[in-house]
């Protein structure tokens, strides 16, 4: 083999392992900042023991045009809660690492409906995960949405 071929031949292999760095088998790679799906909101998922978690932490529209106050959590079941912030709002909880860049197990709240789904997470690559919210632990009676990764 002569050096040129052997020289793109690394570049390829080099290429491909990092490629796959970015996909490795990580329980937290899903802890940072991700956009939603229709770029309005941005959930800062943690890790708490074993757990994953999210929280609302950035809106592009923080106050009710109405009073110009903080957004309120004006859908939710239980009354006590309707007069709090949405902002910093839990909406994620209980997600467990599955193993092969998946979590499940875990709730979403949607503060739009006021209601909460099972939900199940998956890394699509290093900048982008796939969010599924779904009724009555079944999976297909749901809907997905991308979220990106915020820098």
Not at 28 to 45: E, M, P, Y
Not at 54 to 71: F, I, R, S, Y
Not at 84 to 105: A, E, F, H, Q, S
Request: glycine share 6%; proline share 5%.
């Amino acid at each position: 083999m002569n050096l040129s071929r052997l020289i793109v031949l690394l570049c390829l292999v080099c290429v491909t392992l990092s490629s796959m760095a970015a996909t490795t088998d990580d329980p937290d790679a899903i802890v940072g900042k991700w956009l939603s799906s229709k770029k309005r909101n941005q959930v800062l998922i943690y890790k708490q023991g074993t757990k994953y978690f999210g929280k609302l932490v950035w809106m592009l529209e923080p106050n009710d045009p109405a009073t110009n106050k903080p957004k309120l959590d004006k859908e939710n079941p239980d009354e006590k809660l309707r007069s709090r912030p949405l902002m910093y709002t839990v909406l994620v909880t209980n997600l467990t690492y599955k193993g092969n860049n998946t979590w499940g197990d875990g709730e979403i709240y949607n503060p739009e409906d006021g209601k909460t789904y099972n939900c199940e997470v998956s890394l699509r690559d290093a900048n982008s995960i796939d969010l599924r919210g779904y009724v009555m632990g079944i999976s297909f009676l749901g809907k997905s949405k991308i979220w990106t990764r915020v820098p």
